[in-house]
Every structure is written in structure tokens, then in C-alpha cells.
């Protein structure tokens, strides 16, 4: 009988002192974490989790893809073709950025004269950065023209235009530029001021626009030609056999020519996400610009005439020394139109699944289709 009481004791005992000490631990814990909380120093398993999942995807979603796990501040999400003047001197020394804007053409070594002239006009007007496409690779040849070593070139033998636009001018990559001239080389600028031209632009709030055309041009389409006496610096839409004074789409309203377009900063970024990886003729996308006219394409595209060019329509790509050119450049043609129809079907089927996206053009569809 005492044995066992004595037992019962000990057992009550025992349990009271563990009990004590778990309270004594705790308040000891609590102290210690205080007293580090008060030093910046976390030591509890509680403070040292990581935050929640959700806070960390919102952190996540403010910054650029790509840089969630660098420091703000070292993230540069653009950059430019600007060039260094030399390899050497202070990184540091405080660097001017006037307004600029691109000038980008694709070349072949025939038509270096053309294409020198071209260049010189717009250098010579300042506020350009030139960038050659070389789709014979043939760039050396050009390193006799006093301003090439200030030209960026960039060589891919026989890609298009297009196919150079897509990979080497991505908005991220233009962003410092105001606007972006993205010309074919067959251009004559004899009648045509680069500085002049961003004039009526920026005045007149065009986002996608481009020169009218001599009417010694080859010209292709109705909207795009000089009209005979112009009385005022731009016109936005065309009157002939198939655009009528109750014309709502392009051809004859809210369009431009992909030979020599000029866009803004904005409608760039736009329609470089709507050039196709492997479309590489771009045909089909002028009828489309107007979507990346930044509102309403009948206000806001529109042919300057009175800074003015002249297309000389000299055969440009072909392919290659596989076929004669005139056989050549009729199955360049046929790929272009094939192209033309897959574009036009795949933006059909786009505008039908995405039912997000409310079409602005729906009641004014295109004049002349270019199917």
C-alpha cells in the first residue's frame, strides 16, 4: 500500500514538472523570439517560413518574364542597334539619346546605287539608324560607301524582307525608335525629305503610313499614287473603279503598300506579332494593318503626298540559280499567293475561336477581297 502511493506521488510529480518545464520553454521561446524580432533577426520556425505561394506569384506577375529572380533595378528589357564608337573610354560618361528612328531595307549588290542613295538621304537628314539586309550575303561589297561601317548589316542568303523583320526586329529590340521605315530597295527619294515626311506624320497622327508614289511608279494600287494636284499633305482613301465614296475597308480606306511603310512605335509592336514564322512573303498582312492603327484605321493610316518616292519595280528576290528569273519569279509569285490564303485562313479561324476578341472591322470588311 505505500509502496504504491509512494508510486502514485512520484507519477503526480513527474507529470507537473514536465508540465512546468513545457510552460517555462514556451515562455523562454517567446522571449528569445522577441528579443531577436527586436534585433532583425528571426529565429522561430514560424518567421522563417517562406511567404505563401499567392504572394509570391503577384510578385512573380509584376515583373518581365524571364527576370522573376533578379533585382529590379539590373533588368533591361529593351535595347537598341546604337554602336559604340570605340572599345575603349569611361563606360560612365553620360550618354545623349535624341529621338530616332529605323530605317530598314533589304539589299542585293545590284542595286547598290539605288540603295546608296537611299541611305544617304536618310542619314544625311539625321535622327536614323540604318540596318542593310543582305539576301545575296554579299555585304562586304558594300564597305566601300563612306557611311557603312555606320550601317548595321545582316546577312541571310535568299530570306525575304519579311522573313529578316520577323527574326531581327522584334519590338523589345526597336523600342528606342520613334518610328520604323521597313522599305524594299527599288526606291527612288530624288522628290522625298525624311525629316519632312515624320512632319505630316506625327502632325497629322498617322500610325501606319507611307509615301504616295510617283506616277512613273509601278503601282499596284489605287490609294498609294500621288494625287495629281494635292491640296493637302495626306489623303486616306482612294476613288477609282472599285473604292466608291461609301468605301469602308482597304483597298480603299485605312490601307498602305508593304513596299515602303512607315510605322510608329505601337502599330510596330502590333504587327510584328502578326507577321507568320513561315510566311515569309508577308502578302495579306496590308489588309490587316489597320487592326494595329492604335484606333480608327479610316483616321489614323493614311499616304503622304507630299513627300513623295518613286518604285521602280526592279525584279528583287528570286530563287537563287535554280531557275531562269522570269520562271523564277513566277514561282515566287505562286508561293506568295499561296501564302496570301493560308494567312487569310488562319486569321478567319483565329477571330472564330478567340470569342474574346471583338472584331472593330466586322461591318466593314474589305472592298476588294484578297483571297
Known amino acids: 500500500m505505500g509502496s504504491a502511493a509512494s508510486k502514485l506521488s512520484t507519477t503526480n510529480i513527474g507529470t507537473k514538472a514536465k508540465a512546468i518545464f513545457c510552460i517555462v520553454l514556451l515562455l523562454f521561446g517567446g522571449a528569445v523570439g522577441a528579443m531577436y524580432r527586436d534585433n532583425a533577426f528571426v529565429f522561430n520556425t514560424q518567421d522563417a517560413r517562406p511567404p505563401p505561394r499567392k504572394s509570391l506569384h503577384r510578385v512573380h506577375r509584376r515583373r518581365p518574364p524571364g527576370s522573376e529572380l533578379l533585382p529590379r533595378g539590373i533588368v533591361q528589357k529593351t535595347t537598341n542597334f546604337e554602336m559604340e564608337a570605340s572599345l575603349t573610354g569611361n563606360p560612365e560618361r553620360p550618354k545623349q539619346q535624341p529621338k530616332k528612328s529605323l530605317l530598314a531595307v ?9 540603295v546608296d542613295k537611299l541611305v544617304s538621304k536618310f542619314l544625311d537628314a539625321g535622327g536614323f539608324t540604318v540596318m542593310l539586309f543582305h539576301y545575296d550575303g554579299a555585304f562586304e561589297q558594300w564597305a566601300d560607301l563612306e557611311w557603312s ?80 494636284l494635292p491640296t493637302k499633305d495626306v489623303h486616306r482613301r482612294a476613288l477609282d473603279t472599285r473604292c466608291h465614296a461609301d468605301s469602308t475597308g482597304p483597298p480603299c480606306v485605312g490601307w498602305v503598300e508593304m513596299m515602303v511603310p512607315v510605322f510608329s512605335r505601337a502599330a510596330w509592336k502590333c504587327t510584328w506579332k502578326m507577321i507568320q514564322n513561315d510566311l515569309i512573303h508577308g502578302w495579306g498582312i496590308d489588309y490587316k494593318l489597320g487592326y494595329c492603327a492604335q484606333g480608327d484605321r479610316a483616321r489614323n493610316v493614311g499616304v503622304v503626298d507630299t513627300e513623295y518616292v518613286l518604285h521602280r519595280g526592279d525584279p528583287m528576290l528570286s530563287d537563287g540559280d535554280k ?9 515566287v509569285r505562286w508561293r506568295s499567293n499561296k501564302e496570301m490564303k493560308m494567312f487569310n485562313r488562319r486569321w478567319e479561324e483565329a477571330a472564330a475561336e478567340d470569342s474574346s476578341w471583338p472584331d472593330p472591322y466586322a461591318a466593314q470588311p474589305a472592298t476588294a477581297s484578297s483571297t
Open 323 to 331: 531557275a531562269a528569273p522570269s520562271k523564277s519569279r513566277g514561282a
Open 106 to 114: 533589304p539589299v542585293g549588290i545590284k542595286n547598290k546605287p539605288v
Open 149 to 228: 561601317n555606320r550601317a548595321v548589316h545582316v546577312a541571310a542568303r535568299r530570306q525575304t524582307k519579311w522573313w529578316f523583320a520577323k527574326r531581327f526586329l522584334h519590338p523589345d529590340v526597336v523600342a528606342d525608335y520613334e518610328y520604323v521605315f521597313l522599305w524594299d530597295e527599288d526606291i527612288e527619294v530624288d522628290a522625298f525629305n525624311p525629316a519632312r515626311y515624320l512632319d505630316v506624320v506625327r502632325r497629322e497622327g498617322l500610325e501606319v503610313s507611307q509615301p504616295a508614289l510617283d506616277r512613273r511608279s509601278e503601282i499596284h494600287h489605287a490609294i498609294t499614287t500621288r494625287k495629281m
